[in-house]
T-cell receptor, first 117, second 108 residues
Framework: GAVVSQHPSWVICKSGTSVKIECRSL??????MFWYRQFPKQSLMLMAT?????????EQGVEKDKFLINHASLTLSTLTVTSAHPEDSSFYIC?????????????FGPGTRLTVT | AQRVTQPEKLLSVFKGAPVELKCNYS??????LFWYVQYSRQRLQLLLR??SRESIKGFTADLNKGETSFHLKKPFAQEEDSAMYYC??????????FGEGTQLTVNP
């Protein structure tokens, strides 16, 4: 089956620094990738939709200058949290959709736990 | 705006008992609805989708447009069904809106 990986699985950084999270589709090409954020005991909130070769589409309320998304290839999307603050601490999850087959198929990564101190 | 509501954050049943996880949605068009499951320490995965009208692991879900519901049911719960279940809606075939999730515990 389709596999999506994320790296790192967890990261601790100091306030004011930037952190990059990678999302890779391992055995399929993903024209579209999604980035979600999940707070403890809460649901997944879509942050942005990342399309290969074009700018990401951000959801309302998500700062595009703070959460930089790059989808440079069909197998890789990155999310960079710039000038991180403790309130950015969360679980970040990506998903990827293959171009063929069911258009609603999304395969999820294992998530990245970000802690900002 | 589209919205998905799962009224129960926690649901506990005994093994062999029927289980129903509720999901209600609000959307003006024709929605595509899904159930996702997240087992302990595992990633989120698709359980079933309404257009397939399939039964996965004994679970079924029927879309009721009149009641705007998509409840997940299983006649006989098993311990391995214990997990977090998310109902999700898609309006464009890809972008998903998730409900708050229901933690199901099946007791022996």
């Amino acid at each position: 089956g389709a596999v999506v990986s994320q790296h790192p699985s967890w990261v601790i950084c100091k306030s004011g620094t930037s952190v990059k999270i990678e999302c890779r589709s391992l055995d399929f090409q993903a024209t579209t990738m999604f980035w979600y954020r999940q707070f403890p005991k809460q649901s997944l909130m879509l942050m942005a939709t990342s399309n290969e070769g074009s700018k990401a589409t951000y959801e309302q309320g998500v700062e595009k200058d703070k959460f930089l998304i790059n989808h440079a290839s069909l197998t890789l999307s990155t999310l960079t949290v710039t000038s991180a603050h403790p309130e950015d601490s969360s679980f970040y999850i990506c998903s990827a959709s293959p171009p063929e087959g069911a258009r609603f198929e999304q395969y999820f990564g294992p998530g990245t736990r970000l802690t900002v101190t | 705006a589209q919205r998905v509501t799962q009224p129960e954050k926690l649901l506990s049943v005994f093994k062999g008992a029927p289980v129903e996880l509720k999901c209600n949605y609000s959307y003006s068009g024709s929605p595509e609805l899904f159930w996702y499951v997240q087992y302990s320490r595992q990633r989120l995965q698709l359980l079933l989708r309404h257009i397939s009208r399939e039964s996965i692991k004994g679970f079924t879900a029927d879309l009721n447009k009149g009641e705007t519901s998509f409840h997940l049911k299983k006649p006989f719960a098993q311990e391995e069904d214990s997990a977090m279940y998310y109902c999700a809606l898609s309006k464009s075939g890809s972008r998903l809106t998730f409900g708050e999730g229901t933690q199901l515990t099946v007791n022996p």
